[in-house]
Structures are given as C-alpha cells and as structure tokens.
C-alpha cells in the first residue's frame, strides 16, 4: 500500500525558511515521480514543484522558482521541499503526491495537474506572517 507523510509545516515570518519532508511507503521511489501541491483557503490546488529522481528532473511552479528547492533521499524514501524567502502569500496547506514517473515524461506539463497524480499525503499547514 502506498502512503505519503507530509510534514514539517508551520508559522514563520516572511522572508524565513521552511522544510517539508515527504516520507514514502510501499513503492520504488526510483520509478515514481513526487510532486508537491498547496491549497490556500477559498482557492484551487496549484503545482508547487517536482521531482522525478531517476532522470534528475526538478520542475517548478514560476511562482516559486529561485526560493523553493526540491530534493530527494532515496535511502530515506523522502522527498523535501526548502522553501527560503517565503513570502505571505506562499500561505497554504502543502500536500504531497506521487505517481509513476513515466506517466510525465512525454508531457512535461502534466505534472501541474493535481488529477494527474494518483496518491497523496494528507496536507501540512505552512503560515507565513507578514
């Protein structure tokens, strides 16, 4: 059974750092792809970033690029997300998916597509002050 942990969520002020971590379960993470969506109140689920480890593939939401990095550790099954320079508007609830990885390749915009992605972790809240 495939199962997704997301976690590490909380309060900063604008401007700091935050890491979520991802630990997985029940599937290869060399042939599936994690991808990291957020929910802010009263909008739609938007792509943040993903990862596909095998090829070395990071994709990035424009919103995001040059303060979020993600990151894999295969050893752990865990996928990260450094979020620097966060910003209010980066306020959401962070959720965590995965898929098979090939099921990107041939469409590298498919991974901004939250029905794309079969499993997900349950969401963790991140607050930026301003």
């Known amino acids: 059974e495939v199962q997704l942990q997301a976690s590490g969520g909380g309060l900063v002020q604008a401007g700091g750092s935050l890491r979520l971590s991802c630990a997985a379960s029940g599937f290869d993470s060399d042939d599936y792809a994690t991808g990291w969506f957020r929910q802010a109140p009263g909008k739609e689920r938007e792509e943040v970033a993903a990862?596909?480890?095998?090829?070395?593939?990071?994709r990035y939401a424009d919103s995001v690029k040059g303060r979020f990095t993600i990151s894999s550790d295969i050893a752990l099954n865990t996928v990260y997300l450094q979020m620097d320079s966060l910003k209010p508007e980066d306020t959401a609830i962070y959720y965590c998916?995965?898929?098979?990885?090939?099921?990107?390749?041939?469409?590298?915009?498919?991974?901004?597509?939250?029905?794309?992605?079969?499993?997900w972790g349950q969401g963790t809240q991140v607050t930026v002050s301003s």
């Open positions: 990862i596909d480890t095998r090829a070395g593939t990071r």
């Open positions: 998916a995965a898929d098979l990885a090939r099921k990107f390749v041939r469409d590298d915009k498919r991974w901004r597509k939250p029905y794309a992605w079969h499993y």
